[in-house]
């Protein structure tokens, strides 16, 4: 049974989901916040919320549960993702499902500001008809400025266009063609649409970049009368500057949705004429919060039942088609992973991975985190396919990934490769046949051994009677060997050799000297790994 939490008020089509999906459990707790939060995230298998909720490094402090966070919206400014990464937690949004809406919501402002619709109705309201000073500005034929060409940017372009309104545009990431069939002007930066705009609205995330894109000293380069627009994220504008602006004359009109620190309910802006403020409705309608709030249970439920990662904001997704085609790889990508980590066994710096054939021409990402995955998690608590990459880089260690569609002894392989402490080992996998995980590789040597449960690896002189010696062994300390592997070097005897043993139980450590005390036995290990079909849960 799977716990959800439902953090924030969401669309009861959204309720409506959980209570129809056998094996889910969920409670709806809004409003935490400090430690009551802490406590009832490590309750739940997964969460969704919205912005009412903020999940900071404290949040998460402790947490040995959660697996996935939701947000029903874009934005995941409210949740810390490298906190969330790190205690292995995947978190997804629902881009898309509000687009709609806040394109029409950033209209609805941008016209209301046009006609003075807030002011007007105020005056009925107080009882005045003053027909007078509401008098208006027609925007077509007016020009609108759009930083960030997005999905809402688009949307809020195609409505400019249908009210005759210019539309130029500016996005790191619009290419020329794409302005051309937007039917929009494209300018390199957004100094340069100011004089010439009389609308500006921003559809980005409040990045480094884009905090305080409006300032003091771009009120120096508008257009005289630039009413502007912020659905987006608060702090995109600098609020003094609006202020100032809108004293000044420069800005004819501020509308904002959204706000620094929300909740806000007192600002300058909100009693200076020329405004038009929202408490972040940009995606308050009936329409935009089933979709989101469907669409987030719908990723949250995926998540926890089948693997499935979709939207994913901190990791690689993972569609059930790439999870069924990678299933076998994710497998023996795990347990390489684990079986290097052993057979190493000291501290490592380097890390590479070699994705050959088939394989290598699919979405490697989520393999490389699988491998990471089986390295760590016998030494970092609590790692997983979603924070293993980043523990491994907090760790200074460097991963390198390559890809070789060429296809060697099979159709698909996996190949590592790990050093440190001036010591180098490596392996190599393939599935063979219908999900055989096979090790095929060992420090350089090809041999064909099982790659589950307990082996017993050996590297030794290639001489006559090592194998009967260690064999005898085992037999005299009644440990059955279900397998054996040998690979050497080159086709004579007297080299270096590696010997693979699939045991049926445990080796007293007794045992394991008598082993060692071969004299052919230059290094020897028992390796543990899942067993043949256990899969780890964030695969099953
Ligand atoms: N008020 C509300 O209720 C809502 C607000 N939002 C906000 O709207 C924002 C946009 O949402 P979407 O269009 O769905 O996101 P999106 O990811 O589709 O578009 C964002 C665009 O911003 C562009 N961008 C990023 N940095 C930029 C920069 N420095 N200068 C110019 N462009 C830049 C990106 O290239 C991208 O095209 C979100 O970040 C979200 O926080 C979204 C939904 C509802
Ligand atoms: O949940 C909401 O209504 C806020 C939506 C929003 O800001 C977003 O999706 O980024």
């Known amino acids: 049974m799977f716990r959800i939490l439902v953090l924030d008020d969401i669309a009861q089509e959204g309720i409506d989901l959980l209570e129809a999906t056998k094996g889910i459990e969920y409670e709806v707790r809004t409003k935490l916040k400090g430690e009551e939060l802490r406590k009832s995230l490590n309750e739940f298998d997964g969460a969704i919320l919205r912005s009412g909720v903020t999940i900071t490094p404290e949040s998460l402090q402790g947490n040995t549960r959660l697996r996935a966070l939701v947000r029903a919206g874009v934005g995941t400014d409210n949740i810390d993702k490298p906190a969330a990464t790190r205690r292995g937690i995947v978190v997804m949004n629902t881009p898309g499902g509000n687009t709609v809406s806040t394109a029409e919501h950033t209209f609805a402002m941008l016209l209301a500001l046009s006609r003075n619709i807030a002011p007007a109705h105020q005056s009925l309201v107080e009882g005045r008809w003053d027909r007078k000073a509401y008098m208006g500005t027609q925007v077509a034929g007016k020009t609108i400025g759009i930083v960030g060409m997005g999905r809402i940017g688009r949307e809020v372009a195609s409505r400019a266009r249908a009210f005759d309104m ?11 063609d794409q302005a051309e069939s937007l039917k929009v002007e494209r300018v390199d930066t957004v100094d340069e649409m100011l004089p ?47 202020v100032k602006g809108l004293e000044s ?4 009109g501020v509308a904002l949705d959204v706000y620094e620190n929300e909740p806000c309910t007192d600002s300058p802006l909100f009693k200076m004429p020329g405004t038009c403020c929202t408490p972040h409705l940009g995606a308050s309608t009936e329409e935009a919060q089933t979709q989101v709030a469907v669409e987030g249970i719908h990723l949250l439920i995926n998540y926890l039942k089948t693997g499935e990662i979709r939207h994913s904001v901190n990791v690689a997704s993972l569609d059930p088609k790439t999870l069924d085609e990678l299933r076998s790889y994710l497998n023996i990508a795990h347990r390489l992973g684990l079986l290097v980590h052993q057979w190493h066994g000291g501290g490592i710096d380097h890390v590479r991975l070699l994705c050959r054939g088939v394989v290598a021409g699919k979405d490697t990402r989520v393999l490389s985190n699988a491998f990471c995955a089986g390295l760590l998690e016998r030494v970092v608590e609590d790692a997983n396919v979603i924070n293993s990459e980043m523990l491994l880089r907090e760790r200074g260690i460097e991963l390198t990934v390559e890809h070789n569609t060429e296809q060697g002894a099979f159709t698909s392989s ?19 046949g219908h999900e055989m995980p096979r090790l095929i590789l060992l420090d350089g040597y090809r041999l064909e051994s099982f790659l589950d449960g307990r082996l017993f690896v050996f590297a030794h002189k290639d001489v006559p009677g090592i194998i009967g010696s260690v064999g005898t062994i085992f037999g005299n300390n009644g440990i059955n060997i279900a397998q054996m592997a040998v690979g050497r070097e080159g086709n004579a005897a007297g080299g270096d050799a590696i010997g693979v043993l699939s045991l049926d139980s445990d080796v007293p450590e007794a045992v394991m000297k008598e082993l060692m005390s071969i004299d052919a036995i230059t290094q020897a290990k028992l390796i543990e790994l899942p067993a043949a079909g256990e899969l780890p849960s964030w695969m099953s």
């Open 196 to 242: 010439l705009i009389d609308y500006l609205t921003v559809h980005t995330p409040l990045t480094p970049e884009t905090k305080g894109l409006i300032g003091m000293a771009q009120l120096d380069k508008v257009k005289p009368g630039l009413r502007v627009i912020n659905v987006a994220r608060g702090g995109i504008y600098d609020h003094d500057a609006l």
């Open 166 to 176: 210019k539309v130029i545009a500016f996005d790191p990431f619009l290419t020329d």
């Open 249 to 252: 004359g420069k800005l004819g």
């Open 414 to 432: 996996i190949t590592v490769e790990v050093s440190g402490g001036g010591k180098t080992v490596s392996a190599g996998a393939a599935v063979l």
